[in-house]
């Protein structure tokens, strides 16, 4: 065994002698076993500085598209989960339902108690809509107190429960500061020929009508 790395090993080569007969190692497979070791020291070396920059080109590529607060998808996420998804739609269609939810009076909140109030409760609404979503679905945040949800193979039955879990569980959600968490919601399942941007734009309204009902 050679360590790779003579100033500071990181690997080691294995030698062997393939003939089955016993026999030692001299000083001349010694120095072949040397001079190998020291000839993969630079090819290891950059074969670890090309996953190196690999992970960090995926940490970074993960982090554009990831919500800093939450760790919900974001925006950019959400808007290419919807393309995708579109485009797999004019191969082979499934259904689909998606939901917008807003966090009720978050300016209120963040202009009386403070931003940090204000985060409490997106955080805790994020969390609410991973609880009672599929990890097959996907949940971003898209605004400031804005999320959407793109449930996978649920249809309107499907949509109106998970609807009623999300408000049902923010409604149970405490606080030991006193903090309430409301939210409105609204879901659309796309229509023939209709784009899930569209079908969105219609869960949008509807979650707007469902906050001045409830105001």
């Known amino acids: 065994a050679l360590g790779i790395g003579r100033s500071s090993p990181f690997g080691a080569l294995i030698v062997g002698h393939s003939a089955a007969r016993p026999r030692g190692f001299t000083q001349l497979c010694q120095r072949v076993g040397r001079a190998l070791a020291d000839a993969a020291e630079p090819a290891l070396l950059l074969a670890m500085a090309h996953e190196d920059l690999a992970q960090q080109r995926d940490r970074f590529a993960a982090e554009a598209r990831t919500d800093g607060l939450t760790t919900l998808a974001n925006r950019v996420a959400w808007h290419e989960a919807l393309d995708n998804e579109q485009a797999r739609r004019e191969r082979r269609p499934r259904p689909v339902v998606l939901l917008a939810?807003?966090?009720?009076?978050?300016?209120?909140?963040?202009d009386t108690l403070g931003h940090a109030a204000g985060d409490e409760l997106l955080v805790a609404i994020a969390e609410v809509l991973r609880s009672v979503v599929r990890e097959s679905d996907l949940v971003a945040r898209i605004g400031g107190d804005e999320f959407a949800a793109l449930l996978i193979?649920?249809?309107?039955?499907?949509a109106e429960a998970v609807r009623n879990r999300v408000i049902g569980a923010c409604e149970r959600w405490s606080d030991p500061n006193g903090?309430?968490?409301?939210?409105?919601v609204g879901w659309a399942a796309p229509l023939p020929n209709e784009t899930l941007r569209e079908a969105f734009d219609r869960a949008d309204a509807a979650m707007y009508a469902a906050k001045r009902g409830a105001a």
């Not at 939810?101 to 963040?110: E, F, G, R």
């Not at 903090?179 to 409105?184: A, D, M, Q």
């Open 101 to 110: 939810v807003d966090v009720d009076d978050l300016k209120h909140t963040n």
């Open 153 to 158: 193979d649920a249809d309107p039955v499907a």
């Open 179 to 184: 903090l309430t968490l409301r939210v409105s």
